[in-house]
């Protein structure tokens, strides 16, 4: 069983910066490092969206072309922590953003854990 609990989201403009952090508790928590970790966003009336993920190791790391490039996924398997670093935002960006661990994958079925989501809302 993993816990998951997402911080740092907030309202900004287009153009900044923010950072989330998703942390993970369990028993053991050594189950961290079995899993991939992704972000996954929801905006209002739309349906759940895969930005990224990245392996167990952290070794690899993909994300959907809209975020390349400005968006930066990491892990630190030694503080059973994932951060979403969002960079030059833009309002359609705006969602509830939730990390995810399970097998790794672009779909919500191939996660097993969810944490609750954080707001993002970027305005122009």
């Known amino acids: 069983q993993v816990q998951l609990v997402e911080s740092g989201g907030g309202s900004v403009q287009a153009g900044d910066s923010l950072s989330l952090s998703c942390e993970a508790s369990?028993?053991?928590?050594?189950?961290?490092?079995?899993?991939?970790m992704a972000w996954f966003r929801q905006a209002p009336g739309k349906e759940r969206e895969y930005v990224g993920a990245?392996?167990?190791?952290?070794?690899?790391?993909n994300y959907i072309d809209s975020v390349k490039g400005r968006f930066t996924i990491s892990r630190d398997n030694t503080k059973n922590t994932v951060a979403l670093q969002m960079n030059s935002l833009k309002p359609e960006d705006t969602a509830v953003y939730h990390c995810?661990?399970?097998?790794?994958?672009?779909?919500?079925?191939?996660?097993?854990?969810w944490g609750q989501g954080t707001q993002v809302t970027v305005s122009s």
């Open positions: 990245v392996s167990p190791s952290g070794g690899k790391v």
């Open positions: 995810a661990a399970g097998l790794g994958g672009v779909v919500t079925g191939a996660y097993d854990y």
């Open positions: 369990g028993r053991p928590p050594s189950t961290f490092t079995l899993y991939a």
